[in-house]
């Protein structure tokens, strides 16, 4: 189907803005924050309410990793959902993310944990990674004491995030040192060889193109030649998918990472994982971000809160 009239007007509005891969990180995490500043202007509306928010700074291997832990205005102990945001690895951080959050936390009734992964090329692979276990970890260790429930412990992200998600839940699985539950991943990148159709057929002109994942991927890795094949890079080189916990897998229509995306999902389903495989039609990569632009983006946000809430049997 063609582009829906939202996700037209808001490619509309970006043009004539400077490609990200043309700017410095530091001068792209700035135009990405002016952009998330405008979305929350348009909304016109104040934050969401959750019971509580609170801000905290974990240990990691190879620094303090800030985090983000929303809570339910409902007695605990909560299923929580530990997330991954967005943005190549490169851009991104708590604030940006704040409105997903928000919106999962109030309509999932879980506890929502954004962590803010070391962003790169000041820190390159694989340190988001080893961040993102380690925070997952932390919240399974210190569960009890959060009012939360080990045995309810979702993981997940967007693009960049629903990677790290998809990595960290290999890793637990192997690992053995944290359970699991449930794994959200919407639009995730899996497969950094660049070589689907739709790298080809979504190339350019849908806000996410094949020169920015480029981009990306140089600022990411020390050696795209050379780790690309890595599964902590490219999730769908796994060779083992049997035991992973159930997942809800989000793609767009018009998304270059839409065929890796779903081949992670067949994947999964091949090993006999079950999946939610959802693409929400006539819309681009970043919808979910923008969801004050684009209603689909909403709908996805609300989904992702009633699959946790189905699945860890939270009433509203």
Request: charged share 20%; proline share 7%; aromatic share 10%.
């Amino acid at each position: 189907m063609p582009l829906d009239h939202q996700t037209q007007a808001f490619l509309e509005k970006l043009k004539g803005q400077p490609p990200i891969e043309s700017l410095p990180p530091a001068i792209a995490r700035e135009l990405q924050r002016q952009m998330g500043m405008q979305a929350e202007l348009l909304s016109a509306k104040e934050k969401i309410q959750v019971g509580a928010v609170s801000d905290l700074t974990i240990q990691g291997a190879h620094g303090e990793v800030p985090i983000r832990i929303y809570t339910p205005a409902i007695e605990g102990p909560h299923p929580v959902f530990v997330y991954y945001h967005g943005g190549g690895w490169v851009l991104g951080d708590l604030d940006r993310f704040d409105d997903i959050c928000r919106r999962v936390t109030k309509s999932s009734n879980c506890a929502v944990v954004s962590v803010d992964y070391p962003l790169s090329p000041e820190n390159k692979f694989p340190t988001a990674v080893e961040a993102a276990y380690t925070a997952a970890q932390w919240v399974f260790d210190n569960a009890e004491q959060l009012q939360l429930d080990p045995n309810r412990l979702a993981v997940g992200g967007d693009s960049s995030g629903g990677n790290l998600a998809a990595v960290v839940t290999h890793l637990a699985k192997e690992r053995k040192t944290l359970k699991i539950a449930y794994q959200v991943l919407i639009y995730p990148v899996t497969d950094a060889s660049m070589q689907t159709a739709t790298y080809r057929e979504f190339a350019e002109g849908y806000f996410l193109t094949r020169d920015q994942m480029t981009w990306f991927f140089d600022n990411y890795l020390n050696s795209h030649e050379e780790e690309a094949t890595n599964p902590w890079v490219s999730p769908l080189l796994f060779t083992d998918f049997t035991g992973l916990p159930p997942a809800l897998v989000i793609t767009a229509e018009f998304d270059p990472l839409r065929e890796e995306s779903e081949a992670y999902a067949e994947r999964m389903k091949e090993a006999g994982v079950p999946v939610v495989l959802h693409r929400y039609e006539g819309t681009i990569h970043p919808f979910v971000s923008f969801a004050d632009e684009i209603d689909k983006g909403i709908e996805a946000i609300e989904e992702v809160a009633d699959s946790l809430r189905t699945f860890f049997g939270v009433n509203r």
